[in-house]
């Protein structure tokens, strides 16, 4: 954990801010995290969910293959004028973190996820980059006012928390895929289509806090192997109900490569 972003981690108990102790950290009160052997905090004690190993391996095969880049592009060009400290809440691998701290050495990155795979991944995802087990729901362990941009990409958002660590004037991006995004393959496999109102619902959940600066969509076409495939249903928001076996069985009986097209909005926001 660099001294730059152990600066802006916050005790999940009390709030305080965190030192060094011992191979651990510590806040003033006593209470007492672990460093883990792979690089990442965990501010979550005892506890850890969200994505499976596979689920987060999967996320990085795929992302690696760059299909995904226009998106990460888009992410890091919003944040063009940005230095500090860029927090990314529920930051999966740190796969958008580093596009957005490759941009700039005047940036640091905290990538927070409830899953211990994830972070396993984003603490060695970039050398400016830190990362700490956290549940968004419960809290975000980061000073107030502490981060100069927050990265929301396919992932929880609780509003607030997002509003108390930004600096005022610091900027939210946020990614949420649109209604017909992968469309033809979530056709092609009978799953669930994403809400066509989330739009008008993360207007309405960021109204109080946030200044919409800038959106756009990205829309562009995807061209698959069967594991890719695999890959972006399970990381995507179409609910799948059945055993992934079912899903790959299903997606080895469509033609290769497996042709869809991504549709994502990237929403720029100033904190108010
Ligand atoms: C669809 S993935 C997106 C990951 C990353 N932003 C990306 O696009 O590659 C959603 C991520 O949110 C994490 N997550 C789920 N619930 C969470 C929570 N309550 N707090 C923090 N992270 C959470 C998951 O573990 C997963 O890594
Ligand atoms: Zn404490």
């Known amino acids: 954990m660099l001294d730059d ?11 305080a801010g965190l030192q060094r102790h011992g191979s651990g950290l510590r806040c003033p009160a006593g209470h007492a995290f672990d460093i883990a052997r792979q690089g990442y905090v965990s ?5 850890t969910g969200g994505d499976t190993a596979e689920m987060v391996a999967a996320r990085a095969d795929f992302l690696r ?4 880049a ?6 890091a060009d919003a944040l063009a004028e940005v230095t500090g400290c860029v927090v990314d809440v529920g930051a999966g691998t740190g796969h958008y973190l580093t596009r957005v701290l490759e941009r700039s050495p005047q940036r640091t ?7 211990k ?9 970039h050398p400016r980059a830190g990362a700490a087990v956290a549940d968004a729901w419960q809290g975000l362990p980061v000073r107030s006012a502490a981060a100069s941009a927050v990265l929301n990409v396919f992932a929880p958002r609780n509003a607030a928390e997002m509003h108390r660590v930004l600096r005022p004037g610091g900027l939210l991006v946020v990614v949420t895929p649109n209604a017909d995004h992968l469309a033809g393959l979530v056709a092609d496999l009978g799953l669930v289509t994403v809400d066509g109102r989330k739009q008008q619902r993360l207007d309405a959940q960021l109204a109080d806090r946030f200044r919409l600066v800038d959106r756009r969509d990205r829309e562009f076409g995807l061209s698959l192997d069967p594991a890719e495939a695999e ?12 055993t992934p076996e079912a899903l790959r069985e299903r ?22």
């Open 5 to 15: 972003v152990l600066e802006v981690l916050a005790c999940p108990h009390c709030g």
């Open 43 to 47: 501010l979550l004690p005892g506890r």
């Open 65 to 68: 293959a760059g299909h995904y």
């Open 70 to 75: 226009p998106i990460a592009d888009a992410v």
């Open 109 to 115: 990155g905290l990538a927070l996820d409830v899953s």
């Open 117 to 125: 795979y994830a972070c396993r991944r984003a603490a060695k995802a």
């Open 231 to 242: 890959a972006v249903v399970a990381m995507g928001p179409s609910a799948w109900h059945a």
């Open 251 to 272: 997606i080895a009986r469509l033609p290769a490569p497996v042709a869809t097209a991504a549709s994502v909005a990237v929403a720029t926001y100033e904190r108010v």
